[in-house]
């Protein structure tokens, strides 16, 4: 059973940081690409960001590059998104999501199995 748990949302004010965590469990030996998503009240549900299960190749949305990174510790099982300058617009459950099978990072939702239940994050002043 493959366990998708993501923390770290809250309150941020617009310009400041905020770091998500998303923890994988599951079987041994495997790992995972990851990625994150978010939704917005009244929107469909869109790609932020991913990394490979190497951690060599990340991919980003544009409305995200150069202000939020990805990165991953395999030892801790753990993916992070690091959220700087954030926006008011950037408000929206954000979901981590893993798939075992994808060797390179994805966009598309439908790619991967298994998700987490989301963490708020709210950027108002």
């Known amino acids: 059973q493959v366990q998708v748990v993501e923390s770290g949302g809250g309150l941020v004010q617009p310009g400041g940081s905020l770091r998500l965590s998303c923890a994988t469990s599951?079987?041994?030996?495997?790992?995972?690409?990851t990625g994150w998503f978010r939704q917005a009240s009244g929107k469909e549900r869109e790609f932020v960001a991913a990394?490979?299960?190497?951690?060599?190749?990340?991919y980003y949305a544009d409305s995200v590059k150069g202000r939020f990174t990805i990165s991953r510790d395999n030892a801790k099982n753990t993916v992070y998104l690091q959220m700087n300058t954030v926006k008011p617009e950037d408000t929206a459950v954000y979901y981590c999501a893993a798939d075992p099978s994808l060797v390179q990072g994805s966009r598309v939702e439908s790619e991967y199995d298994y998700w987490g239940q989301g963490t708020q994050v709210t950027v108002s002043a």
């Open positions: 990394i490979s299960w190497s951690g060599d190749s990340t």
């Open positions: 599951g079987p041994r030996l495997r790992r995972y690409t």
